[in-house]
Structure formats: structure tokens, C-alpha cells
T-cell receptor
């Protein structure tokens, strides 16, 4: 079965420090991978995606993610965290059996808390 | 202009009632979705329509009936509400078709349903 794992319920980081939010996946074939962010009482916002090509993808708000096929990981990173980055982050993979449509399978989410 | 809008934002109702949530997108996208987010923030797809045609129908009780009068609208009607239906329901849209499902999802702000 296709799945996404986010092993950390919460990540705490001091403002200005680098941050990493972990994601591993299990999917048949080549994965289409996504990161979304959810601020309190808001819908999810797209951050970045990996479809093919360069393993390091850059996205919104200074975030980037590294695709590692051998480790089946797609960790989200940012060199210098901001307090405003505090939110719930979701990793997702497209179901390869969804007929080409964007049926996304989401991880359980990781709450990022950036402290001043 | 709000890209994906849902109404109502909050809905409190009694068990056994029937209720509807409406969704509209002004992005010109062909595909719309309903996702359910439970109290633990876990997100799961329920339905998807492409240009008014149902393309994804997960194992959702048949008390839930989506309706898409045109490609810009996707409504969700729920009959005989149960306590377990309490959740946040998110509408989303994306521009995609078969073999082009690599576009990101644009989410509405969610409709919080509370069943008493």
C-alpha cells in the first residue's frame, strides 16, 4: 500500500537555526512528492513538489526539500527558521493508481514550533 | 479574490440531521476534491470530480453525496449525520487531467462540522 510517514509529531527549533522536517514514503514506481503547510484555522498551502529532475527542489518562503531515492525520503529544510514558519506541515505522495489525477496520500503532519 | 471558497465555515448540528457544504473555485480548474481532516489532523481524500464527472470515490459511507453542477462547483451533502462525522472538510481544486496530474492542490479554508 502507498503511504507516507512523518516520524515526528513536533519539531522545535530556535529562530535563526536551520530546520528539518522529516518524511519517508512507500510507493510503487516513481514518486510524485509534495509538501504543504497549514496555518491555524486555514486551508493547506502548497510549498513545493518533486516530480523528476534535480533532487533538491526549492519552494515558497525559502523552503527546500531533498529527494533521496535510496532512503525513500523527502525531508523539508530551511537554512534559517522564522517564528512565522510555525505551523503544521504535511508531506504527501500522489497515489500512482489514481489514473493520473492528484489523489494525494498525506502523512500525519508535523507541527513546527519556532521559538524566538 | 478567494480562489477556493467554502460555505459555511462553521456548522453545528444535531445527530440525524442532513446538511450541505458548498464549494466554488474561480481558478478555472477542471478537477475538484473533498478531503476530510479529523480531530488528529489526519487528512484523507473523499471524492474527486473532473469536469463534473466523478473520478475518485473512496470508501465513504453513502450518506455522503457529492454533487458537481458545473466544473467550478462541488457540493457535499451529508444525510443522517453521526457523531463521527465531526471534522473539518476541505474542498480543493487543481488543473490536471489524465497523465498531467502533477499540479498542486489549492485548498479552501475548510468547513468545521460539529455534530452534537
Amino acid at each position: 500500500a502507498q503511504s507516507v510517514a512523518q516520524p515526528e509529531d513536533q519539531v522545535n527549533v530556535a529562530e535563526g537555526n536551520p530546520l528539518t522536517v522529516k518524511c519517508t514514503y512507500s510507493v510503487s514506481g516513481n514518486p510524485y512528492l509534495f509538501w504543504y503547510v497549514q496555518y491555524p484555522n486555514r486551508g493547506l498551502q502548497f510549498l513545493l513538489k518533486y516530480i523528476t529532475g534535480d533532487n533538491l527542489v526549492k519552494g515558497s518562503y525559502g523552503f527546500e526539500a531533498e529527494f533521496n531515492k535510496s532512503q525513500t525520503s523527502f525531508h523539508l529544510k530551511k537554512p534559517s527558521a522564522l517564528v512565522s514558519d510555525s505551523a503544521l506541515y504535511f508531506c504527501a505522495v500522489r497515489d500512482p493508481f489514481s489514473g493520473g489525477y492528484n489523489k494525494l496520500i498525506f502523512g500525519a503532519g508535523t507541527r513546527l514550533a519556532v521559538h524566538p | 479574490d478567494t480562489a477556493v471558497s467554502q460555505t459555511p465555515k462553521y456548522l453545528v448540528t444535531q445527530m440525524g440531521n442532513d446538511k450541505s457544504i458548498k464549494c466554488e473555485q474561480n481558478l478555472g480548474h477542471d478537477t475538484m476534491y473533498w478531503y476530510k481532516q479529523d480531530s488528529k489532523k489526519f487528512l484523507k481524500i473523499m471524492f474527486s470530480y473532473n469536469n463534473k464527472e466523478l473520478i475518485i470515490n473512496e470508501t465513504v459511507p453513502n450518506r455522503f453525496s457529492p454533487k458537481s453542477p458545473d466544473k467550478a462547483h462541488l457540493n457535499l451533502h451529508i444525510n443522517s449525520l453521526e457523531l463521527g462525522d465531526s471534522a473539518v472538510y476541505f474542498c480543493a481544486s487543481s488543473q490536471e487531467g489524465a497523465d498531467t496530474g502533477t499540479g498542486e492542490l489549492f485548498f479552501g479554508e475548510g468547513s468545521r462540522l460539529t455534530v452534537l
